[in-house]
């Protein structure tokens, strides 16, 4: 809903804190961001354990 309510104000205004969405809106897009990243260093740490016990 709130990446509508971003869609239907336009990229700039759905920004502005007066709407209240804004906050929604950033963590809606940093989200997957944090968690490719979550996942990424988890593979690392899969390898680093399995080539120093292998």
């Known amino acids: ?9 336009g ?7 007066e709407y209240g969405y804004e906050k929604i809106v950033d963590d809606l897009r ?11 260093m988890r593979v690392i740490v899969a390898r680093g354990l399995t080539e120093a016990l292998g």
């Not at 990229?11 to 804190?17: I, N, P």
């Open 11 to 17: 990229e700039g205004d759905g920004y502005l804190s």
């Open 30 to 40: 940093v989200h997957p961001i944090l968690e490719g990243i979550n996942e990424i």
């Open 1 to 9: 809903m709130a990446d509508r309510a971003l869609r239907l104000h």
